[in-house]
């Protein structure tokens, strides 16, 4: 049985599916008295929230490689708390941990798909992104999709997010030329300047096809898609033969009130004798400890550097912060969080 | 040094890149005589040209999977003929040879690409499509792209032509279950009632998706896809989990006036970690011998059943008979037999 607590937990339930972009009715902004932990369970006080573009896609109906969230739920999110209080034998007060724990100031967990987390390796941020979902995801879609071989050319879209600014990095490390495609000269710095990326291609400055023809002058071996529109389709002109897509996501695609525009030169797939491919990081739960690890070590020999956008706000300012997401404001993995 | 001949060689050569369908004025028609074979090469009096979807594109300009035809060029075409004079020791006078000897009558080659067909083991005209490229096609993009495995549901569209009546019959071979996608119910009945397909789905009176819901109830574990349009777009919506589409043409596009479409729902391939690969026969040159071999066995115990639409008549009839290939009249290998 479960105990009540003196807390009070503010959440964002989704009131509405959203067309477009979200609007703040699409949301429901709840306050409720904390339930303390059953047996086998714990009490989570929220830290840190991962925003990411995934979500969008959460809240629409309809078949995907995840349930929907349904009206009235709370909104799912990965986070990061500490264990308050705990009536499971595996977790003990004072524990980090990080688990699908929604967007609230509390959560309570029965230690399913929850792990445990250490600010002493990373800062607690980090564990939402480089060694998160948004890191994973880099490192199985680029190297278990991709499959990118050394001197070989790989191009990133969103490079300077939280998925593609790992990607590029790892691609780096792992002996390839990469050249990252993102939106402002500020980022395109970034990638070159301080993330060691070989070339950056400014979208909304330039003639992505010219400049991939430079910078790509071979062709793109793989390219790690994350937006999808016309920068997918201009990629698919300049594969080289054999080329492996990674669909990773489609940021460009996902406020759409009109339907997707599908990629036009997908015949190029049969020109390049090339493949698009999809990709969700879940299935890979079972290889994130030892991909975790490798990464760890990145960071700690410093072949991998992190991009964190922490804001530090309270829990209010969820909808207007995932908002910046989509504004392409956003540099490396979007953080809100709502607690020291 | 070549010698003259008493012959006259009627060819039709590319005039104009064609705006959609070819129109007449896209071809120009042309007689000249034929020169005798040089030494180290023969001379190939041509009896069946084959008559392909391909070759649409390849009047084309632009960079493809092979140069583009270029104008005033003799059309390409693969065709089969008869060794009518040699100076070359590998082909004989009276040798069957299978080769891109383009639309007309007689053409010289070096033996390079050419191989010699038996009359005995199959028609000649069987030579250009189950035992040529249209078989090719099928049997290296089904197994080495589809990968299908035993009781797994492949999908053909175009199952009614050269390529996708054969691939569908390899996937019944290798224990699948198979829904083609024709046009009319005559070509439904023959995939069924003759070629062993388990179902057909009309997409001229049927509505696919509510047939591929019926017909593919667990989802789509191989599409092999001729077509392209709506077609791809619909089978991208019930895709089986880890589904391999393999990308051989794309037909409903290849008149287009207006930019190719894309596939909408090409997100489906993150939805159900499903890939999209483009294959071109040529690159498994190495294999057709082999290939051929066992088609050849599945020919001679019945359980490959070959469909050829001959149509029997001068070469003039070329640019009439090719667009049958794209009104939706055309069912198995379209051939056009130009002479006995």
């Known amino acids: 049985m479960s105990t009540g ?15 477009g972009l979200p609007k703040p009715t699409d949301w429901e902004y709840r306050a409720q008295p904390v339930a303390g932990p059953a047996d086998g369970e714990f009490l989570v006080e929220i830290s840190h929230l991962s925003l990411d573009p995934a979500m969008r896609g959460w809240m629409n109906a309809g078949k995907s490689y995840i349930p929907p969230v349904e009206i009235g739920e709370v909104m799912r999110a990965g986070a990061i708390g500490r264990v308050i209080e705990s009536r499971n034998p595996r977790f003990a007060v004072g524990d980090h941990v990080s688990g699908t724990f929604g967007v609230q ?19 607690l941020a980090t564990y939402l992104g480089a060694l998160g979902m948004p890191g ?4 199985f879609g680029l190297l278990d999709i991709g499959r990118p071989k050394a001197g070989q050319t790989v191009v990133v879209s969103g490079a300077a997010g939280a998925v593609g600014s790992v990607t590029g990095q790892i691609a780096k490390i792992h002996g390839c030329r990469v050249v990252g495609i993102a939106g402002g000269a500020e980022k395109c710095r970034l990638l070159t300047d301080e993330l060691g990326f070989d070339a950056a291609i400014d979208y909304k400055a330039e003639d992505v096809k010219a400049a991939l023809r430079e910078h790509a002058p071979d062709g793109v071996d793989v390219y790690f898609d994350n937006v999808g529109g016309d920068i997918l389709d201009t990629v698919l002109t ?17 406020n759409n009130t009109e339907p997707v525009r599908g990629p036009a030169n997908y015949m190029s797939l049969l020109v390049h004798r090339a493949s ?24 700690a020999d410093g ?15 969820f909808p207007d912060t995932l908002l910046s997401l989509f504004s392409g404001d956003n540099v490396g993995k979007l953080v809100l969080k709502i607690r020291d």
């Open 303 to 317: 072949r991998l550097k992190v991009r964190e956008h922490v804001v530090e706000a309270g829990l209010e300012a």
């Open 238 to 254: 300049r594969l080289a033969r054999g080329a492996r897509i990674v669909i990773c996501g489609a940021i460009s695609q996902y």
């Open 136 to 139: 994973m995801t880099a490192y």
């Open 5 to 19: 607590t003196e807390l009070t937990n503010h959440q964002f339930r989704l009131a509405a599916r959203p067309s």
């Open 276 to 299: 698009m491919t999809g990709m969700v990081v879940f299935d890979y739960a079972d290889r994130f400890r030892a991909a975790s690890a490798e990464m760890a070590g990145w960071l």
């Open 105 to 123: 100031e509390y959560a309570v967990s029965d230690g399913r798909e929850v792990r445990k987390v250490d600010p002493d390796v990373a800062p």
